[in-house]
Every structure is written in C-alpha cells, then in structure tokens.
C-alpha cells in the first residue's frame, strides 16, 4: 500500500501550498515562508503565479504544471523530489488538487514514500459555503458541474435525494440554465451564488431557486468565478439520518461502548431524542449477551 512504509529523508518534501482565491492578502505567513525556501514551485500558469510572488518578494524559480503537461511534469518533479529538492505546489487560486491539477503529483509522491505535507488556506469551496447559511455539518462537494444538458440532469436525479448541502462550481455563462435545471428536478430549494469571492466585486445572492433566477434573469450579462451552495433534499434527510445512527450506534458497540454510553452519544450528534435512539440502540444490543 502507498505510504506505508516510512518516508525517506534523504528526499526533499512536497508542499501542497494554498493560495489566494482573490484578494492577494489572504495567504498565510506560514505559505509565503515555505515558498520562498522551496527549491521550485510548481504553478497552474507561471503569469498568475508570479503576480503574487512579487508581492510578498519571494524569488524562487517556477516552472508550469497544469492539465495539460501533468502526466510528464509530475515524473520530472518527482526526480527532483528524489534528489532531496523541496517542492512547492500551487494552483492558480485556491487549494490545489480541489478541481485542480495536482492530485497525480501527490499520488505519486505517496507511492515513492515522499513527505507530502499541507499547508492550508483559502478554499472557494468552504468560504461560500459559510457564507450560505445553509448547513454545514454535512456537505457534499461535486467540483465542476457538466456542461451538457444531457449530463448537468443525470447528475441532478442522481443527487435527488441526497440530504447533505451541495457544492459546486458552475461557469457564469450557464449559470441560469443550471439553476432552472436544478428547480425543475429538485424543487425550489434555498441556494448561495457566491461570485468573485474575495475580489472586488464580491456578491452573494441568497433565497429560493426561484428568487435568484428572477434577480439573475434581470441582468445582461454575468462574469466572474462562481460557486453555487444548494439545500439537500428535505425528504431524504430523515431516512438517511436514521441509517447513520444506527451505523454510528454498531460502531461504538464495536469500539466498546456500553448501551447508555452509546446512546448519549448518538442522541447529541444526530440532535434526536434519546428514547428513539434507545429503542434502535436496543435492537442492536439484543444480539449481543455480553454488552451490559
């Protein structure tokens, strides 16, 4: 298995750096340090990448790694992580490897016993979802929606049902289209359009489906990066609740958990009352002569 044996320290490290999504500002003084003592860094598109080394003056050499070389680039990146050589890694906003590239180069590195550490940061994914006002407990993130209408409405009765909050990117010229897709499948649900995060002309609409394709449907044109926070489905949040307590519930009898124990627990984490978690956490422990 990848990464089981122990790293090697005569390899250099390979630093997963964030970046700003927006605002210059936004990187951490702990990303600035390491990639300025980076042997090189690894960047989507080296224009974008050295506006913002000239702002914090960090001098390293650069070299380009994006979809499109990612295959080649990762092996000659690899070879220099071999030679004991630190290696930055950015994208050109945000976190790389979240529908950005860098998720081969990190694999790689793994398989070949290479430190890979992390140094977060900026997500467009988590700053519009705690923004949306929508739950935030449970999320699912779907990257890049699809394009096609085709696509973009299997997708959608696919994730019909799913109870969690939904997260995706969406290009700001199908954006309306995706909306009244969403509205038409999954009912007028409350959703976030957060744009140009972070940047000048930062803005987040809020309200029903309904109520943000009306205000969208009043302007001429829309630009910008644009993630979209949707409501999961109200129908089948208790269902699928109810299967995770009780997955919760056998693994705490596994990990030795006595009955009341378990139930205390569950009943706070799921927000139900203790007497329906009791009744299931029951059926579970009548199997079982030994658990008290």
């Given at each position: 298995m990848p990464g089981r044996l122990p790293n090697n320290s005569m390899f250099g490290k390979l630093f997963v750096v964030s970046t700003p999504i927006g605002n210059l500002e936004d990187i951490t003084l702990r990303a600035v340090s390491v990639l300025k003592d980076c042997d090189v860094i690894a960047c989507e598109d080296t224009r974008t990448t050295k506006k913002l080394l000239a702002r914090y003056e960090i001098e390293t050499n650069l070299t380009s790694y994006h979809e499109h070389n990612e295959v080649e680039k990762s092996q000659k990146l690899l070879e220099r992580l071999k030679d004991g050589k630190n290696v930055g890694l950015v994208s050109d906003a945000g976190t790389p490897s979240v529908s950005d590239p860098?998720?081969?180069?990190?694999?790689?590195?793994?398989?070949?016993?290479?430190?890979?550490?992390?140094?977060?940061?900026?997500?467009?994914?988590?700053?519009?979802?705690?923004?949306?006002?929508?739950?935030?407990?449970?999320?699912?993130?779907?990257?890049?929606?699809?394009?096609t209408i085709a696509k973009k409405?299997?997708?959608?009765?696919?994730?019909?049902?799913?109870?969690?909050?939904?997260?995706?990117?969406?290009?700001?010229?199908?954006?309306?289209?995706?909306?009244?897709?969403?509205?038409?499948?999954?009912?007028?649900?409350?959703?976030?359009?957060?744009?140009?995060?972070?940047?000048?002309?930062?803005?987040?609409?809020?309200?029903?489906?309904?109520?943000?394709?009306?205000?969208?449907?009043?302007?001429?044109?829309?630009?910008?990066?644009?993630?979209?926070?949707?409501?999961?489905?109200?129908?089948?949040?208790?269902?699928?609740?109810?299967?995770a307590a009780q997955r919760t519930l056998r693994l705490l009898r596994e990990k030795g958990f006595s009955l009341s124990e378990a139930v205390s627990l569950v009943s706070r984490a799921f927000g139900v009352s203790k007497n329906g978690i009791y009744r299931a956490a029951l059926e579970i422990w009548n199997g079982d002569e030994s658990v008290p």
């Open positions: 860098g998720w081969r180069l990190v694999n790689l590195s793994i398989e070949n016993n290479i430190e890979v550490i992390p140094v977060p940061g900026p997500s467009a994914v988590l700053s519009a979802l705690v923004v949306s006002g929508l739950p935030t407990d449970s999320f699912l993130f779907l990257g890049f929606f699809p394009k409405k299997e997708l959608l009765k696919y994730i019909e049902r799913h109870p969690y909050t939904l997260v995706f990117y969406e290009s700001a010229k199908r954006l309306s289209r995706t909306l009244s897709l969403m509205l038409e499948i999954l009912g007028d649900r409350n959703v976030c359009v957060a744009r140009e995060m972070t940047k000048l002309y930062e803005e987040v609409l809020r309200g029903s489906l309904s109520d943000v394709i009306s205000v969208l449907s009043e302007r001429e044109t829309l630009k910008g990066e644009v993630t979209v926070v949707v409501e999961g489905s109200r129908d089948g949040h208790s269902e699928a609740s109810a299967d």
